[in-house]
């Protein structure tokens, strides 16, 4: 009987064990993950983020709600590091590794940068750990772009997804 128990128990971890391994597998999420690199003069920026897809849904106002905390893409938070300190906006922000969080609205967005970068969507965001906050226009696309793009030139982050471009400055 301790046996045939043991060898339960031995293909029920195991079993278990490789389903967790194929779940690490971040590549075949439906939202999969993506890098933007880019300058902003001597500072090197890179934002790591998971994609999400439109899939013929409504994305602002409806599956992203509008005046309301956004973890600026799927999964995780999104990442956003920098290399040397810059200014955002014109308003400082020390090199390091920070939580990139958006508080999208129709005319505006509020662009934060948080300090608790490793977490898990925005569900234990903390506005006392916000860094920097800054408002930028938001600003609509000539086309639609299916899956959430960040887009780094000459110091200019573009956040693209739907029929929104947002972009805010880094020098």
């Given amino acids: 009987m301790n046996k045939t128990a043991s060898l339960l ?3 029920v971890m195991l079993i278990g064990g ?10 075949t999420r439906p939202s ?6 880019g300058k902003a ?8 983020y998971s994609a999400p897809s439109m899939k013929g849904r409504k994305v602002f106002g409806d599956m992203v709600p509008l005046g309301k ?8 938070a999104t990442i956003f590091e920098v290399d040397s ?3 955002v906006e014109g308003q400082a ?13 129709e005319s505006e967005w509020t662009i934060i940068f948080n300090k608790t970068w490793n977490q898990w969507g925005s569900y234990r965001y903390k506005q006392e750990d916000d860094v920097l906050r800054v408002k930028v226009a938001a600003g609509k696309s000539k ?8 887009a780094i030139s000459n110091g200019v982050v573009s956040i693209l997804w739907e029929n929104t471009d947002v972009k805010f400055k880094v020098q």
């Fill in 9 to 11: 128990l031995l293909t």
């Fill in 18 to 27: 490789l389903g967790s391994c194929a779940q690490e597998n971040k590549e």
């Fill in 32 to 37: 999969p993950p993506a890098k933007a690199t």
């Fill in 41 to 48: 003069g001597n500072a090197t920026i890179t934002i790591d």
């Fill in 69 to 76: 905390i956004w973890r600026a893409g799927a999964n995780e």
């Fill in 85 to 87: 300190d810059v200014k």
């Fill in 93 to 105: 922000l020390p090199k390091g590794k920070y939580g990139l969080f958006a508080i999208p609205g």
């Fill in 143 to 150: 086309s639609s772009t299916e899956k959430l793009t960040y």
